[in-house]
């Protein structure tokens, strides 16, 4: 499964993509608001998880690689894991390499996400977490559509320090 928009290719993560997801869970700038640095055998253990191709329906995430469509390069890392019993809510989550943040790739990459999530897995809503203070990733949700529904206050700790959770939603119209 390969979903294509005019700069890139989201294709379902796979073995191969070990050295690319490591390297980017252990990148102190990218994992800045989204969690502590794993070591190694913690994260083999989420990669695995993670390579599964998954159906709607399933338990976790169902796992994307980004790349540039005109030179493969690995830009980040997309997501949807169900999240209701009764399968109309997902939750989305994306991280970029910061060599590919701030040039509209994950608005791109994330759109076509909305856009498979509606259209191909005819999920209802789609909610986001953000870490608070993670600026870049709320406007960016916001630019698409996503609305602030609720603060939760101390709910997320990152390096020993407490952040508040800022949960946003796309209904689909």
């Known amino acids: 499964m390969t979903l294509s928009t005019p700069r890139l290719k989201l294709r379902l993560l796979t073995n191969s993509d070990w050295l690319f997801f490591k390297n980017l869970n252990q990148n ?3 994992m800045q608001y989204v969690a502590d640095i794993e070591d190694e055998q913690t994260l083999s253990a989420l ?5 599964t191709a998954r159906e709607k329906g399933q338990e976790g995430w169902l796992s994307f690689v980004i790349e540039m469509a005109d030179t493969n390069e690995l830009v980040g890392l997309h997501g949807l894991k169900m999240i209701t019993e009764g399968q109309s809510q997902a939750e989305i ?6 060599a590919f943040q ?4 994950a ?3 994330t759109k076509a996400i ?3 999530a509606f259209k191909e897995l005819n999920y209802e809503a789609l909610i986001a977490t953000v870490t608070a203070g993670n600026i870049a990733s709320v406007n960016l949700l916001e630019k698409l559509g996503f609305t602030h529904i609720e603060t939760i206050k101390n709910n997320y700790q990152i390096n020993g320090r407490w952040y508040d959770d800022l949960k946003l ?3 689909q119209s």
């Open 47 to 51: 990669f695995e998880s993670r390579i």
């Open 114 to 116: 909305i856009d498979f």
């Open 28 to 30: 102190q700038q990218t």
């Open 107 to 109: 608005y791109e990459a």
């Open 169 to 171: 939603v796309l209904r």
């Open 102 to 105: 701030g040039r509209g790739l």
């Open 93 to 98: 989550g994306f991280m970029l390499h910061p």
